[in-house]
């Protein structure tokens, strides 16, 4: 079956650090990759997502590149606030009768302080 | 956008009550509602998935006469935890779409805020 393997966190850093959460994932199919927030006391927000192989996902100055060779969608910011304080979660779709289940990572614990 | 109104945000219960979570969608119409529940330290996991006016189907190893779903209306679907037990004690959220809107490659989902839920 699908899964998808995060970096354990909490992760803290201090304001305009490089920020990397990690992400892997195994599935059968073709699957598109996803990025989502929360932050405290909301519901799940895309952050950004990519659909296939070599495409990057792009959105308030995160990246993730869709590595098929490496089965891996590492989350990066260049420059981290403190405002970027959340969860992560790294997830995944399959089309096909799986159409529309997402699988998510555990998610990861971001803290940045001033 | 779109939101889901997800009720109540927490909730502490005596074992052996029922509960029941509520999620609304406020301005769109949620064809479709799945079900997650998460542990400490653990993925989201999808409980089950329901489609307006059918009964929802749910996945392998989730009771489902103990978590009942109801998705009458094309705006509410709500989670009874019955017999509530301090081992159901977790954080549940609730992710809707409009099945009928095509060719968004995020798939249109919208998660309500989820709910905490503690049996004591």
């Known amino acids: ?114 | 956008g779109a939101v889901v109104s997800q009720h109540p945000s927490r909730v502490i219960c005596k074992s052996g009550t029922s509960v029941k979570i509520e999620c609304r969608s406020l301005d769109f119409q949620a064809t479709t509602m799945f079900w997650y529940r998460q542990f400490p330290k653990k993925s989201l996991m999808l409980m089950a998935t329901s489609n307006e006016g059918s009964k929802a189907t749910y996945e392998q190893g989730v009771e489902k006469d103990k978590f009942l779903i109801n998705h009458a209306s094309l705006t509410l679907s709500t989670l009874t935890v019955t017999s509530a037990h301090p081992e159901d004690s977790s954080f549940y959220i609730c992710s809707a779409r409009d099945n009928r809107i095509r060719g968004r490659a995020d798939y249109g989902y919208t998660f309500g805020s989820g709910t905490r839920l503690t049996v004591v």
């Open chain 1, 1 to 114: 079956g699908n899964s998808v393997t995060q970096m354990e966190g909490p992760v803290t850093l201090s304001e305009e650090a490089f920020l990397t959460i990690n992400c892997t994932y195994t599935a059968t199919g073709y699957p598109s990759l996803f990025w989502y927030v929360q932050y405290p006391g909301e519901g799940l927000q895309l952050l950004l997502k990519a659909t296939k192989a070599d495409d990057k996902g792009s959105n308030k100055g995160f990246e993730a590149t869709y590595r098929k060779e490496t089965t891996s969608f590492h989350l990066e910011k260049g420059s981290v606030q403190v405002s970027d304080s959340a969860v992560y979660f790294c997830a995944l779709s399959e089309g096909g009768t799986s159409y529309g289940k997402l699988t998510f990572g555990q998610g990861t614990i971001l803290t940045v302080h001033p």
